[in-house]
RNA sequence: GCGCCUGUAGCUCAGUAGGAUAGAGCGAUUCCCUCCUAAGGAAUAGGCCCCCCGUUCGAUUCGGGGCAGGCGUACCA
């Protein structure tokens, strides 16, 4: 059960009767109750007063007053008991403090539901099919496909446990010109590796990888490529885009991110594209131009329309990419969500233009923009590109700082913020990162347990808990089920970071304050199973983002 | 030129329904282990919320115009 939606409900509903019957027929601004910046004025707040101040034309703190003895009085019949009080404050806010039953309800509730605390049961859940990192197999995962795998994964987590299905998908780019200029740089280092000079692709990948890939191809099969390499040329494509590929999945099984779905753009067929391009064509939204078909984007908010078949006859990227979409929406999910790079934020009203003309609605597809992570190292930025070689792969960092930490570095921002990760920070000032915060928490509530011993908490009488800072706790851990929600509505892991820090801190300050192993048996086992729903909460939280949790640090 | 993102403490960032004295971590200065893990707690210092105009009873938040940084702007992928 989610306390802190009901509190909000009932009282948004005790507010509007209360308003309407100063109000009568007249029409009322919406009614918002939330919590205040500043917890000293209580654990939710309207401003319902001030905004009608000009409607009423009469002073806000007496309409507040007014209007706070209509609600205590339906308050009272409705839900004897969550509220202790009702405060008007200067200059006109009504402030409500949640009681300690309330804060009791909440302790009993996830005890309860344990891991599922805070989950929901969607009526209107729906099949969301999530697309995240899709690197070309050209090298390995970079810092910002990391950044990518970390958001796609959480947020995957964050809306299953709103009650979505969701499917998570990488698409393989394995053809096309990426990995013909990757095949021709690995045969030119073969070549070399036997003394032939080569020609090394223009735009071709520089990274020392392509040398090995080389190398080992020299292993396995010596000289047999080098009499005819022309002839070669499709098989060291495939090669390298297989082993690459390889080396993708192993990043990604080391940062503990799966998938559900890896779908190669082979899948894909020219015929699939011509019909989906004959399909917009009937619908009046491809036509010719200059030898070229165009797509109507500008119909849907794009400011230029854009190609699909070239003069050349050959198809542009974005041609299979509508047909890749179509197919997605074929296999029967209502929601896409792309989450992709900065370089690419120019694409998406074409994509989402190209979803919308195949007759989906405008919501039913969803691109993030993950801002890029600028990596530090030795006290400077390191400039990103593949195709010089010249990058620090998700790998070196895991490598360096562990998953769980680099995870939590790539969550603990917005996602259209541009994030500073200093290796050198991480790695040599681990102790200081942030997820240890969280993690000590967790492994602090481990070591009382052990040391207490295995009580029957069945029976504790939470009316024990009656310190300031256990009731700030429990009210706390009562407004996890609602930032989950806001988080999977507006899609950012990072408020479910910035919850559990809230939360990590308040235990770390009644740890500093109380004890719970006393020689009191009753509060011992009414603080025990206190910590134990802050437990609860938090690996309920770290699950979501996918980060461990250990038990002794 | 146009489009997207960003501009808040020395640094990295919260503040995403317009509200009350603008917050946290790091760094700085003090305290706190006879005590369930000091990877912690308590406290102090540190601010023209980039600038200007507008909307509003009220703007860090919304709108317009600047300035600065990053990225994008192909019949590339």
């Not at 998570?168 to 070399?192: C, M, P, T, W």
């Not at 015929?271 to 849907?300: N, P, R």
């Not at 004890?515 to 909460?537: H, M, P, Q, S």
Request: net charge negative; glycine share 6%; with cysteine.
């Amino acid at each position: 059960m989610d306390f802190s939606q009901i509190s909000e409900i009932i009282l948004e509903q005790g507010i509007k009767k209360a308003v309407k019957k100063i109000m009568g027929d007249q029409s009322c601004p919406d009614i918002i109750v939330g919590a205040p910046r500043d917890p000293a004025h209580g654990d939710l707040s309207s401003s319902i007063a001030l905004q009608l101040t000009k409607i009423l034309k009469k002073n806000p703190v007496q309409i507040a007053e007014t209007l706070k003895t209509d609600i205590i009085e339906l308050l009272d019949k409705k839900i004897p008991g969550l509220i202790e009080s009702v405060n008007v404050v200067n200059p006109g806010f009504i402030n409500f403090i949640l009681s300690k039953e309330y804060a009791y309800e909440v302790l009993k509730t996830v005890e309860k539901e344990g891991g599922s605390f805070g989950s929901s049961k969607n009526k209107d859940h729906h099949n969301i099919q999530i697309e995240f990192v899709s690197a070309n197999p050209t090298g390995p995962l970079t810092v910002a496909h990391g950044r990518q795998a970390a958001v796609g994964d959480a947020l995957a987590n964050i809306l299953k446990f709103m009650g979505n299905n969701v499917t998570k998908e990488f698409y393989i780019n394995d053809e096309g010109r990426q990995i013909n200029v990757l095949g021709d740089s690995i045969l030119y280092h073969y070549l070399a590796a036997f003394g032939k000079n080569g020609v090394f692709p223009e735009d071709g990948y520089q990274g020392e990888y392509i040398k090995g890939i080389a190398l080992r191809i020299k292993d396995e099969y010596n000289d047999k490529f080098v009499k005819d390499p022309q002839s070669s040329r499709d098989f060291f494509r495939k090669y390298g885009a297989d082993f690459l590929l390889n080396i993708i999945k192993e990043d990604l099984k080391q940062f503990k991110v799966d998938f559900d779905s890896w779908f190669s753009q082979k899948n894909i067929t020219k015929s699939d594209i011509d019909k989906v391009l004959s399909l917009l064509k009937e619908k009046g939204y491809i036509y010719q131009q200059d030898g070229a078909l165009w797509f109507k984007s500008t119909d849907f908010n794009d400011e230029k329309d854009r190609v699909v078949v070239k003069s050349d006859g050959q198809f542009t990227y974005f041609a299979p990419d509508i047909a890749y979409h179509k197919n997605k929406y074929e296999r029967g999910f209502d929601k896409l969500i792309n989450i992709w790079g900065p370089d690419h934020h120019g694409y998406i009203p074409r994509i989402t233009a190209a979803a919308q003309a195949l007759g989906h609605d405008h919501d039913a597809i969803k691109v993030l923009i993950v801002q890029l992570a600028t990596i530090y190292k030795n006290g400077q930025e390191l400039s990103m590109s593949t195709r010089k070689g010249e990058f620090i792969s998700l790998k070196e960092v895991m490598d360096e700082v562990g998953e769980d930490v680099t995870k939590f570095c790539f969550l603990m921002r917005n996602l259209d913020t541009h994030l500073d990760f200093d290796l050198d920070k991480a790695k040599e000032q681990s102790a200081d990162n942030p997820v240890y915060y969280i993690q000590y928490a967790h492994a602090r509530i481990w070591s009382i347990h052990e040391k207490a011993g295995a009580i029957d908490l069945s029976k504790a009488d939470l009316s024990l808990l009656k310190e300031e800072e256990e009731i700030a706790i429990a009210k706390t851990i009562g407004v996890f089920p609602k930032t989950v929600r806001s988080s999977a509505e507006k899609l950012e892991p990072f408020f479910v970071i910035s919850y559990l820090n809230e939360l990590a801190s308040k235990f770390h300050n009644f740890y500093g304050k109380y004890k719970v192993i006393t020689d009191d048996n009753e509060l011992l086992k009414a603080r025990l199973f206190l910590i134990d729903c802050v437990k609860i909460c938090l690996a309920n939280g770290l699950k979501l983002l996918g980060v461990s949790l250990p038990k002794k640090m």
